[in-house]
T-cell receptor
Framework: GENVEQHPSTLSVQEGDSAVIKCTYS??????FPWYKQELGKRPQLIID?????GEKKDQRIAVTLNKTAKHFSLHITETQPEDSAVYFC??????????FGDGTTLTVKP | GAGVSQTPSNKVTEKGKYVELRCDPI?????LYWYRQSLGQGPEFLIY????????DSGLPNDRFFAVRPEGSVSTLKIQRTERGDSAVYLC????????????FGPGTRLTVL
């Protein structure tokens, strides 16, 4: 089955700096890669996603890149703000719809 | 409109008891997913429904776990003979179809098995 590894597990940055979170996946059949933000005690919420026929996608301060050959994808957050502090999860989704999540990255943005 | 809802929000039970967890997806969403999330980990896939049928139940840990979605809307996750290791937050999500679509998560049910 699919295996998703996410790094780093914790990340601390100064406000205004950039943050990068990386994920690798094992199943070449995975074709949809969402990123979720989860605040303490709350539900995961989608922040950005990318499909396997696209290499990069950007939405304001957030961008995601996908390298299908290497089976890795990354989340980039620029100009970080304290409200970006949360746990971020990547996921790899197969054509059949099953999603495998990484173990999460706890991002702390220091004012 | 209303998002995904789950009941109860918290459930405390004793080892060996039977529990049912309910998920109300967003109206019109054909795909419904159940996940289990333990502290410090990502959601772990349990089962996925497309309409009334279980399209993939490969994540159910053993035969104590069972889920139904008889009318293609509300789903119930059933756990028999609960064990302390079943304690976790059980998340439900729905999407308009299967792949390539955002999954909208419910608030979860926190299950504690004493």
């Amino acid at each position: 089955g699919e295996n998703v590894e996410q790094h780093p597990s914790t990340l601390s940055v100064q406000e205004g700096d950039s943050a990068v979170i990386k994920c690798t996946y094992s199943d070449s059949a995975s074709n949809y890669f969402p990123w979720y933000k989860q605040e303490l005690g709350k539900r995961p919420q989608l922040i950005i996603d990318i499909r396997s026929n696209v290499g990069e996608k950007k939405d304001q301060r957030i961008a995601v890149t996908l390298n299908k050959t290497a089976k890795h994808f990354s989340l980039h957050i620029t100009e970080t703000q304290p409200e970006d502090s949360a746990v971020y999860f990547c996921a790899a989704t197969s054509r059949a719809g099953k999603s495998t999540f990484g173990d999460g990255t706890t991002l702390t943005v220091k004012p | 409109g209303a998002g995904v809802s789950q009941t109860p929000s918290n459930k405390v039970t004793e080892k060996g008891k039977y529990v049912e967890l309910r998920c109300d997806p967003i109206s019109g969403h054909t795909a419904l997913y159940w996940y289990r999330q333990s502290l410090g980990q990502g959601p772990e896939f349990l089962i996925y429904f497309q309409g009334t049928g279980a399209a993939d139940d490969s994540g159910l840990p053993n035969d104590r776990f069972f889920a139904v979605r008889p009318e293609g809307s509300v789903s119930t996750l059933k756990i028999q003979r609960t064990e302390r290791g079943d304690s976790a937050v059980y998340l439900c999500a729905s999407s308009p179809s299967n792949s390539y679509n955002e999954q909208f998560f419910g608030p979860g049910t926190r299950l504690t098995v004493l």
